[in-house]
């Protein structure tokens, strides 16, 4: 059993909410963020995410756009256990169209977030887009340890390359 390219893409689509890392660099100290995002989108490997102009991922994201997207569907059976790690960078979208597109894209997958975006508003919204660097599968259908997990390295334009 294999967790391909196109399965993995599906896995990311059909998950609802996914865990994003950011590095903290406040007060001194250095250490992960975590916090989970559910107004989100994907575009290949691609993501898009929405939040807050000011919050602490936008600064955090400012001073090290260096991210991790982990993504684990619900009420999975530990036999077929699967989750998928995107490495990468994150940057602010600050192009009116691709901000655009990204906000379409998000708003057709999240119908919430279309509603606050048309009740409030996009001033306050920051959009970033993930490009991922290493996709990283787990696949219990594989088996257990090393032989469940595989690295596809992506490359510049944001095309599966080499295993």
Request: aromatic content about 10%; some cysteine.
């Amino acid at each position: 059993m294999s967790f391909d390219k196109e399965e993995i893409k599906s896995y990311i689509n059909n998950t609802k909410l996914f865990t994003l890392a950011t590095i903290d660099s406040g007060n001194g100290e250095i250490y992960p963020a975590l916090r989970v995002i559910g107004a989100f989108a994907t575009n290949g490997f691609t993501i898009y995410f929405s939040t807050g102009k000011d919050s602490a991922k936008s600064k955090q994201i400012e001073n090290n756009p260096n991210v991790t997207a982990y993504f684990q569907q619900e009420g999975q059976a530990l036999p077929n256990f699967r989750n998928v790690t995107v490495i990468g960078k994150a940057r602010l979208l600050q192009c009116e169209g691709e901000f655009n597109k990204a906000l379409e894209l998000i708003g057709n997958r999240n119908p919430r977030f279309k509603e606050r975006i048309k009740n409030n508003g996009r001033d306050k919204v920051a959009i970033f887009k993930i490009k991922p660097e290493t996709i990283k599968s787990l696949d219990y259908g594989r088996g257990h340890g090393a032989q469940a997990v595989e690295k596809i390295k992506i490359d510049s334009a944001c095309c599966a390359s080499t295993k």
